[in-house]
């Protein structure tokens, strides 16, 4: 894989609302991702020659662990993914000092009550972390959307 810069120099969203552009964002080029171009589990892409992948290295990024020990995996989970039948699954593996994030969805569609977790399974003071990163963005969104949640259209 590449690591020069591709020649972006902004990046164009268009997302609800219209165009924005990100003038900082800076992606790096290649054609599949490494070592593990061929496993799909480890975010592989075939190595066909023509199949190009863009990170834009200036996003920041949690790693998995800060995801999970945050409470946003069980948060995601329990509010939306459980009570549709479905659970995220998020690890994260280091082959050679290189982490690999993988992941797959939980498909338990077909059963009345969903996905549960058991008991002791859901930490109280990760509900409580989630909801105040939660806060600290409720009245910019708000402002921008006239509601915490980001309006189809």
């Not at 569609?109 to 002791?120: A, C, L, N, Q, S």
């Not at 009245?139 to 915490?148: H, Q, V, W």
Request: aromatic letters at 8%; a negative charge; hydrophobic letters at 35%.
């Amino acid at each position: 894989m590449s690591d020069e810069t591709n020649g972006h120099e902004g990046v164009e969203d268009q997302g609800v609302g219209g165009t924005d552009v990100y003038p900082d964002a800076e992606f790096t080029t290649g054609a599949g991702l490494g070592e593990h171009d061929d496993d799909p589990w480890l975010g592989g892409l075939p190595d066909d020659g023509e199949t190009e992948v863009e990170v834009d290295v200036s996003i920041p990024r949690l790693t998995v662990a800060e995801f999970r020990d945050a409470g946003f995996l069980q948060e995601a989970n329990r509010l939306f993914f459980h009570p549709r039948g479905l659970a995220l699954e998020v690890s994260e593996q280091t082959d050679e000092d290189v982490v690999f994030f993988t992941g797959a969805v939980w498909d338990y569609r077909d059963d009345p009550e969903g996905v549960v977790y058991g008991p002791g399974i859901i930490d109280p003071d990760k509900i409580a972390r989630v909801a105040d990163e939660r806060r600290r963005h409720v009245d910019a969104r708000k402002e921008l959307f006239g509601s915490e949640v980001q309006p189809p259209e």
